[in-house]
Every structure is written in C-alpha cells, then in structure tokens.
C-alpha cells in the first residue's frame, strides 16, 4: 500500500518562507513523478509543481516560478516544496502526489496524501 505523508504546513507571514515535506513509502518510486497541488476554500485543486523521481527535472505553475522549489531525496523517500516569498494567495491545502508520469493534471495522479494547511497572513 502505497503511504504519502505531508507535514510542515502551518501560518506564516506575506514574504516568509516555509518548507513542506512528503514521505513516501509502500513501493519503489523510481518510475514515478512526485507532484504538489494545492487547494483554496471554494476553489479548484490545482497544479503547483512536480519532479521526476530520477534525474530530478522539474515543472511549476507560473504562479509560483521562481518562489517555490521542488526537489526530491530518493535515499530517504522524500520530497520537499521550498516557498519563498508566500502571499496571501498561497493560502491553501497543500497535496503531495504521486503519479506515472510527468503530469500536471491532478487527475492523473495515482496516490494523494491528506494533505496541510499553509495559511499565509497578510
């Protein structure tokens, strides 16, 4: 059974940083991408970045480029989305996922974590 743990959401100020982190466990990730999707009250799930599992190539929504940094540890079955400069806008549920391939669509991602909450204050 594939397990995805999220963990370091929490509240913290317009221009701060926080990191969150997902452990993944239950399989061999090594075919997968590792994506963070978020989700505001009232609003859509949607994309915020994904990574490779090997090779580490990277993709992010042009809301977050250049603020947010995902990367991976595969020895410790890790993945870790780096924010920077938060806004108020940011504020949301933050997903950790796992899927096939390089996707951006939640939809095809396989396995989801519960989920943490950022709330930046403004």
């Known amino acids: 059974q594939v397990q995805l743990v999220e963990s370091g959401g929490g509240l913290v100020q317009a221009g701060g940083s926080l990191r969150l982190s997902c452990a993944a466990s239950g399989r061999t990730f090594s075919s997968y991408a590792m994506g963070w999707f978020r989700q505001a009250p009232g609003k859509e799930r949607e994309f915020v970045a994904t990574?490779?599992?090997?090779?580490?190539?990277?993709r992010y929504a042009d809301s977050v480029k250049g603020r947010f940094t995902i990367s991976r540890d595969y020895v410790k079955n890790m993945v870790y989305l780096q924010m920077n400069s938060v806004k108020p806008e940011d504020t949301a549920v933050y997903y950790c996922a796992a899927a096939r391939a390089f996707y951006s669509d939640y939809s095809r991602y396989d396995y989801w974590g519960q989920g943490t909450q950022v709330t930046v204050s403004s």
């Open positions: 990574i490779t599992w090997v090779g580490g190539s990277t």
